[in-house]
């Protein structure tokens, strides 16, 4: 635990935490504090929980991009991210999600965007999309991380459990796509690319029914897990 650290007298790190609602979403453990919150107690912190509808990696780099966040204050930087585009959408909700995303991402991206080819999978009636293809993340947004080295800590996305949806179904009765299983496939691209990673890939089936309560959203003990293990990095 963080609060059994023993800590030194020394210069008090400088913290960012930025994530999707993976970071934020703790509806089954509301008397507890979730990983993030836990750490502004202990370090000087800023936490940006989920601060967009569609919380993704490219609105940290654009964010990064366009002197919203200056890198160069911060000692270390976790970074929970990549759900969102990685998840196949149908094609009204990825048109929605993409609007205001747009411009920048066809910026960044460049040949990599890719707004046509869908997965020939339906949800709602209508074909599935991502954001962005496992090759836009492979061949631009990784290395762009990668620049940031030993200062980010990144904590990838777990694989998806089939037939599986634990309480998500109390907020969705039609479940996710049947093809959301597709987000592992871009997590995998994580592996050995990065010092500091929490390796969600690891986790089998009982593990992630223990840490989490929808195949995505923690539980009380996946944000201890990641707690702990972000804890070993930045000390």
């Not at 993976?22 to 502004?40: A, C, M, N, T, V």
């Not at 039609?174 to 890939?201: A, C, D, H, M, Q």
Request: hydrophobic content about 35%; glycine content about 4%; charged content about 25%.
């Amino acid at each position: 635990m963080l609060q059994e650290i023993k800590y030194r007298d020394r210069i008090k790190l400088k913290l960012l935490f930025f994530t999707d609602s993976r970071g934020k979403h703790k509806q089954s453990f509301f008397d507890k504090k979730i990983f993030p919150e836990i750490f502004l107690n202990k370090f000087d912190c800023d936490l940006f929980l989920c601060p967009f509808k569609w919380t993704t990696t490219l609105d940290f780099i654009q964010l990064i991009e366009y002197k919203k966040i200056n890198i160069q204050k911060y000692d270390k930087i976790v970074l929970y991210t990549g759900v969102v585009e990685f998840s196949p959408r149908n094609l009204s909700n990825f048109k929605q999600c993409l609007q205001d995303k747009l411009p920048f991402i066809e910026t960044f991206l460049g040949k990599e965007l890719d707004l046509t080819n869908t997965y020939g999978v339906k949800y709602r009636g209508e074909d599935t999309k991502s954001l962005i293809t496992i090759s836009a993340y492979k061949n631009i947004i990784i290395p762009y991380l990668q620049q940031l080295d030993e200062k980010i800590v990144l904590i990838n996305t777990n694989h998806i459990i089939p037939n599986w949806e634990g309480n998500y179904l109390d907020v969705n009765p039609l479940g996710r796509p049947s093809n959301i299983g597709i987000v592992g496939e871009y997590s995998k691209e994580t592996i050995g690319n990065f010092s500091n990673l929490v390796n969600l890939l690891e986790w089998n089936h009982e593990e992630i029914k223990k840490y989490t309560v929808d195949n995505m959203h923690l539980s009380y003990l996946g944000s201890e897990f990641i707690l702990k293990k972000i804890t070993e990095y930045i000390n």
